[in-house]
């Protein structure tokens, strides 16, 4: 009776294993930091209505679900390139807005690095509203090349890194090159609408 007891512990021991042999087997793998991140479009232009595109005659449109940015003649996309918006608690203000300012090399007041007196980077990635600078260090804000302010509270559009989905404190990021193009052809007071389009 006692061997009849361990051989049907020894059969149910090797079904339940084969059974989880074959269910690990037929997961699927974990996915690599890399594969998680979305791909997001390069920028497109239409060469034509760029030559048509003046301070006076553009506006932006910023798609949070799609997040892209259209630098916008009337109906007409004049450019569509990819964005990060704000990530959840921090999310970019949905509305009507003008360009306030334009700044080629702007430096944010909120986030940036800890330094040393020689510019060495003692901490990286602060808030001034959390972190507390240590001794000998001071702050330096990140840089917001091409920035357009849309906010008084500091959010506008810059350069950035781009993942692929909501990732900022509430900017609107751009790549290298949409920043640049969108920045040459807007003034302050350009139309700039964020939202769910």
């Not at 021991?13 to 997001?40: E, S, Y």
């Not at 360009?99 to 080629?104: G, I, L, N």
């Amino acid at each position: 009776m006692k061997r009849l007891c361990l051989t049907a512990i020894g059969v149910w021991t090797v079904v339940a294993l084969a059974g989880l042999a074959r269910a690990q087997l037929f997961q699927p793998k974990m996915k690599k930091p890399a594969d998680l991140i979305h791909k997001q479009e390069p920028m497109k232009v239409n060469q034509n209505l760029l030559k048509q595109a003046t301070p006076d005659n553009t506006r932006i449109v910023v798609s949070i679900p799609k997040q892209r940015a259209y630098l916008m003649i009337e109906e007409e996309i004049v450019a569509d390139g990819p964005v990060s918006s704000g990530k959840r608690g921090h999310e970019s203000p949905h509305g009507h807005f003008t360009v306030m300012e334009k700044d080629p090399n702007h430096h944010s007041s909120l986030y940036g690095d800890f330094v040393d007196h020689s510019g060495r980077v003692v901490r990286a990635g602060v808030s001034v509203h959390i972190d507390s600078a240590p001794s000998g260090t001071h702050f330096a804000g990140a840089a917001m090349k091409w920035f357009l302010r849309l906010t008084g509270e500091g959010v506008g559009m810059h350069i950035g890194i781009l993942p692929g989905y909501p990732a900022s404190h509430g900017c609107i990021r751009e790549s290298v090159d949409g920043a640049k193009l969108f920045y040459d052809h807007v003034k302050v007071g350009t139309p700039v609408d964020v939202g769910d389009y």
